[in-house]
């Protein structure tokens, strides 16, 4: 495994709809196991394959005391409620805003033997699925914004979450 570089704004590669993945050959469990170290070592709680600079529809989330979870081509299936979050992208260091997001998230996807994954999260869980798939569409959490202005620079111990 090797820790990958997250690539900033303005990288174009963050801005690219990301393609589907067809094939679930060694490369795509070694992109996934390379993302997953690369979350880790930034202290990130989600990160999607674009931010690696690999315009392919996969995400890894690792809620702390929670399962790691790789999703390849997922998708929101349906959002329920709405709420104020705080949020943080490892793509714009420095940075966290409140964004809303859905109370609860419904989505699907493929594990990485192809296999269909269900979910129905909610809390940080949800969030993150949301941060993370609105990534693989070039959508970054600043675009939920009405204005830059409401960027704050991080403290230590703020609770955002950061993907
Ligand atoms: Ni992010």
Redo the contacts with the bound molecule.
């Keep these: 495994m090797a820790v990958l570089s997250i690539r900033t704004l303005p990288d174009p590669v963050l801005r690219q709809k990301a393609k589907r993945v067809r094939s679930f050959d060694k490369s795509i469990h070694r992109l996934i196991d390379d993302m997953l170290e690369t979350m880790h070592s930034a202290s990130g709680v989600g990160l999607?394959a674009p931010?690696v600079g690999v315009p392919l529809r996969v995400i890894v989330i690792g809620i702390p005391d929670e399962e790691e979870l790789a999703l390849i081509n997922p998708q929101i299936v349906r959002k329920t409620g709405e709420r104020l979050v705080n949020e943080g992208?490892?793509?714009i260091p420095g940075y966290f805003a409140q964004v809303k997001r859905a109370e609860i998230v419904r989505a699907k996807g493929l594990d990485r033997s192809g296999k269909e994954i269900r979910l129905r999260a909610n809390e940080l869980l949800a969030q993150a699925l949301e941060?993370e798939i609105d990534?693989l569409n070039g959508i970054?959490?600043v675009d939920h914004l009405e204005s830059m202005d409401e960027l704050r620079p991080v403290e230590p111990a703020t609770d955002e979450l950061l993907?």
Excluded: E, I, P, V
């Design positions: 999607a931010q992208c490892l793509s941060h990534h970054l959490y993907a």
